[in-house]
């Protein structure tokens, strides 16, 4: 049992569990609004409350803390994707079905299995053959002879009677309802056009529902944004979880790929080694091959701002909007003010979130009286949903470097297709020196150890420990010498062990020491040491000296005798003009390479051969597939 007495929740709903509260092994209690009304819809169980205040409809924040204060778990939900958009006013609930990533985490999230949810239950697992058929393309802006329509994919090897399920945008309203006979095949398309629904789709967004027959279940829910005329959105590839612009329209049959815009998000300076977030910046580039008109595109997710009038990219050009732009500038004196666009409200969150660039379009719709009017939508063109682990840039999370596309054509929904920024040949060598009385107990210094005081890299050369009359009791303190990456006398120890002497970059003669840390030194396991000749006691002067150049992290390395007596912090200087705002990507690549796909099949009985069937489609950013 968990002792729970004292520990509050926080956040949209406030409540403190009383003295004495256990929550048994494996067991669920439910802190309801009202409790008494709970338990008369059959729930049973630990049920407490009523807890104060209300979780928002758009979102809102939950938190447990222990009786001390200290946070034990946090969930910000909202009702916009990535969140499970079924959650959102339909009565099914939000649950964890993946607990691995973490409670913060949408993808750890689900609607639960029927309306109503689960309380002081597991969610149970459904095996309805229906929960295989998803929404996989809409078309809602067009013209006659166009017409509006919403395709499903079953993405199962079984068929499903899709008779009675519903088709709607409104879900207090069973709008279209599939008849009898409706049956859709394993792998299947079926697309609905706006003369069989009996209704249209809105071009400036809106959420439709698929739901099943008996009306308990929401099968599939999709929130669109607005769309372009003509311009469908959908699964690319089919069945898959992101949802965006697609090259072509294709209602019936497989999805084409998605659509490779004129202007990407190209670079996201998120998290500055300052700790600053006015140093923070977003860059765009225009791929095509025309200049375009920027008026009235903003930012939708992330942070605030509009472009004015006249703005506009040229083509193969960028643009650069900082949170504030006279900070931009002064960082990087090379950059064309002409390019360079803010200041923004709001800032990037350093652990990750969907930053999401749009533009406007107007639309001309007709009223009940025959009376013309017009409307601005908005249309996303361009987003990414960064994260701060995983396969994301390491050293963009505060370590110095921005974000990059690597290749403008490249998906910039996957990790894979964004790196750090290459700031290695930016910062400058820097002479560090320390001189004072030795003072140590009974142990005579015999070694050297250095390392970096938090994750990150740096180049070392011109290593001295110095006795007075400048004799020098190290060898080696060049890494001139040793085979390969090694570098004779000296050890890379523990988390310290990827470090290696290299020949480029070298402050003095042909090599250098790169060091590499993923955490701070720990004299002795963890860090860079080398013997010291005899020639050092109490009450004499010693010096140690190095020559360091910061290449990205943490920017300190901390230089110490063993046994103490003398050590020497060096803060490496770090260059301000961080990243590549206004310029091509210090990643780009002409043409990044594809996903390598790989199966490995073994037989659940042994002996037996089976057969097995693998299919993949893979496609090119401007729509080539095979």
């Not at 499970?84 to 409670?103: F, K, R």
Request: hydrophobic share 40%; charged share 20%; proline share 6%.
């Amino acid at each position: 049992f968990e002792d729970l007495s004292g520990w509050t929740l926080r956040g949209g709903a406030t409540f403190q569990f009383p003295a004495g509260f256990r929550l048994g092994a494996g067991k669920f209690v439910v802190v309801a609004a009202d409790p008494a009304a709970l338990r008369a819809t059959g729930v049973s169980g630990q049920i407490v409350g009523p807890f104060t205040g209300t979780l928002s409809n758009g979102g809102d924040v939950v938190e447990l803390r222990d009786e001390l204060g200290a946070q034990k778990l946090l969930v910000e939900f909202s009702d916009n994707t990535p969140w499970p958009v079924a959650a959102a006013g339909t009565g099914h609930s939000l649950v964890l079905i993946n607990p691995s990533y973490g409670e913060a985490d949408p993808r750890a999230y689900s609607a639960s299995a029927f309306r109503g949810g689960s309380p002081g239950n597991i969610d149970p697992i459904v095996a309805d053959p229906a929960d295989g058929v998803v929404l996989n393309e809409l078309l809602a802006h067009t013209d006659l002879p166009l017409l509006d329509f919403v395709e499903l994919h079953n993405r199962s090897r079984v068929e499903v009677n899709l008779a009675g399920c519903v088709l709607t945008d409104d879900f207090s309203t069973n709008r279209y309802r599939f008849p009898a006979g409706t049956v859709l095949a394993p792998r299947g398309f079926l697309a609905v056009d706006e003369t069989q629904l009996g209704f249209r789709l809105s071009s400036a967004g809106e959420t439709v529902y698929l739901i099943s027959a008996d009306g308990r279940r929401i099968l599939d829910a999709i929130r669109m944004g607005g769309q372009e005329n003509g311009i469908s959105s959908g699964r690319a590839p089919d069945g898959a979880p992101e949802w965006r612009r697609l090259a072509s329209r294709t209602p019936g049959a497989a999805n084409s790929a998605w659509r490779v815009e004129e202007v990407v998000l190209n670079e996201l300076y998120y998290h500055p080694i300052t700790q600053d977030d006015a140093d923070e910046f977003i860059e765009l580039h225009n791929r095509s091959g025309a200049a375009v008109n920027l008026a009235g595109w903003r930012f939708e997710d992330g942070v605030d701002f509009t472009f004015p009038s006249g703005a506009s990219i040229p083509s193969g050009g960028f643009v650069v909007v900082g949170a504030n732009r006279a900070r931009l500038l002064a960082n990087h004196p090379g950059i064309d003010p002409a390019s360079v666009f803010g200041d923004w409200s709001g800032t990037l969150a350093n652990g990750g979130e969907r930053v999401a660039l749009s533009k406007p379009d107007t639309i001309r719709s007709t009223n009940d009286v025959g009376e013309v009017t017009t409307s601005t939508i908005r249309i996303v063109v361009s987003e990414v949903t960064y994260a701060d682990g995983g396969r994301w840039g390491k050293w963009a999370d505060g370590g110095g470097s921005s974000l990059e596309l690597i290749d403008p054509r490249a998906d910039p929904l996957r990790a894979s297709s964004w790196a750090d920024s290459d700031e290695s040949s930016k910062s400058t060598w820097e002479l560090f020196t320390v001189t004072d009385t030795l003072r140590f107990g009974s142990q005579t210094p015999d070694r050297l150890h250095f390392g970096m005081l938090d994750a990150g890299e740096c180049l070392i050369d011109e290593v001295q420990v110095l006795a007075p009359n400048n004799i020098s009791l190290l060898s080696n303190g060049g890494f001139e010498t040793g085979a390969g990456n090694a570098a004779t006398g000296w050890s890379f120890l523990g988390h310290h062990s990827g470090s290696r002497a290299q020949s480029i970059g070298a402050f003095a003669g042909a090599r250098a020491l790169r060091l590499i840390s993923p955490g701070d030194l720990d004299a002795g396991r963890n860090c860079i040491s080398a013997p010291i000749n005899p020639g050092l006691d109490n009450n004499i002067v010693g010096t140690i000296r190095a020559r360091a150049r910061w290449i990205a992290g943490w920017p300190e390395v901390l230089f110490r005798l063993r046994g103490g007596g003398l050590e020497m912090t060096a803060r490496l200087p770090v260059p301000k003009n961080l990243g590549t705002p206004g310029r091509e990507n210090s990643r780009r690549v002409p043409n990044a390479g594809p996903a390598i796909f790989a199966v490995t099949h073994s037989p659940a009985v042994p002996n037996v051969s089976q057969p097995v069937v693998v299919s993949a489609r893979v496609s090119d950013p401007d729509g080539v597939s095979s």
